[in-house]
T-cell receptor, first 116, second 112 residues
């Protein structure tokens, strides 16, 4: 059974710092990995999707890397801003599909606070 | 553009009462649809997914059921709610395995 772990569970840093969030998964047989952002009481916003054949994806100040063989992904946030404060979730899709649909397995998230 | 709606946004129900949560997607056809639950202190857990009308797969045994009466409509139901059904219910969709999943705004369910 796939398990996804995110470290740290919580992080508080001053504005302007670069930071790294970590995600690890136990089964390397994944189809893709997705990073999400969740604001309090809200749904999830997709940030980046990395296919299993890719090593990294970038969007603005965000860069996500994937090392499938070691079961790890990192989300790098450059020049952090108070608006980046949220919970960041990592999720993996299984390699073998359930009839064309992939329920994701999620980590519990990293709660990030950027201090002004 | 595509949008996903969920209602109600919040719901407080007594133990033993029925439940019906609705999710609809606009701007796409034949999406894969998903129901997840986020309970306090726990990660998101997949409950059901559907690849087409009337096709439902369940990931975990539970007190809930799902139905897909129309292409872009996904309903989560229960005949009798339990305290343990409390949580934040999220609906999601995608176009297929290559695509990202997009989530709705969620329904906060409190069972008393």
């Amino acid at each position: 059974k796939q398990e996804v772990t995110q470290i740290p569970a919580a992080l508080s840093v001053p504005e302007g710092e670069n930071l790294v969030l970590n995600c690890s998964f136990t089964d390397s047989a994944i189809y893709n990995l997705q990073w999400f952002r969740q604001d309090p009481g809200k749904g999830l916003t997709s940030l980046l999707l990395i296919q299993s054949s890719q090593r990294e994806q970038t969007s603005g100040r965000l860069n996500a890397s994937l090392d499938k063989s070691s079961g790890r992904s990192t989300l790098y946030i450059a020049a952090s801003q108070p608006g980046d404060s949220a919970t960041y979730l990592c999720a993996v899709a299984p390699l073998y599909s359930g009839g064309g649909a992939d329920g994701l397995t999620f980590g519990k998230g990293t709660h990030l606070i950027i201090q002004p | 553009s595509q949008t996903i709606h969920q209602w109600p946004a919040t719901l407080v129900q007594p133990v033993g009462s029925p439940l019906s949560l609705e999710c609809t997607v606009e701007g796409t056809s034949n999406p894969n649809l998903y129901w997840y639950r986020q309970a306090a202190g726990r990660g998101l857990q997949l409950l059901f997914y559907s690849v087409g009308i009337g096709q439902i797969s369940s990931e975990v045994p539970q007190n809930l059921s799902a139905s897909r009466p129309q292409d872009r409509q996904f309903i989560l139901s229960s005949k009798k709610l339990l305290l343990s059904d409390s949580g934040f219910y999220l609906c999601a969709w995608d176009r297929g395995r290559e695509d990202e999943q997009f989530f709705g705004p969620g329904t906060r369910l409190t069972v008393l």
